[in-house]
């Protein structure tokens, strides 16, 4: 079992800049990548970018340049610092992870970014 606690949610200015965290916990020694995914309301949930164990990254290519995914394995926490941002970035947004071909996902935070 492994559980995600996403955090930093918030209503921001556009071309502000946000940083969202995610814990997580459990049985966390056996997983290689974690992820950060977007939801607007009515749309299917998308991947904006993941990180490896070893610190590898990769990216949505319409986030490129204005996101930035990094861990701190002492805390066991991904982040997600988003930048430039603009009323499309309003979602909700999910941490996620896969371990043993069984995929786990956090609450969502909820950002809103006001024009």
């Known amino acids: 079992q492994v559980q995600l606690v996403e955090s930093g949610g918030a209503l921001v200015q556009a071309g502000g800049s946000l940083r969202l965290s995610c814990a997580a916990s459990g049985n966390i020694f056996s997983i290689i990548t974690m992820g950060w995914y977007r939801q607007a309301r009515g749309k299917r949930r998308e991947l904006v970018a993941t990180?490896?164990?070893?610190?590898?990254?990769n990216y949505a290519d319409h986030v490129k340049g204005r996101f930035n995914i990094s861990r701190d394995g002492a805390k066991n926490t991904v982040y997600l610092q988003i930048s430039s941002m603009t009323t499309e970035d309003t979602e909700v947004y999910y941490c996620?992870?896969?371990?043993?071909?069984?995929?786990?996902w956090g609450q969502g935070a909820q950002v809103t970014v006001s024009s």
């Open positions: 996620n992870t896969e371990l043993r071909l069984r995929y786990y």
């Open positions: 990180i490896t164990r070893d610190g590898s990254t």
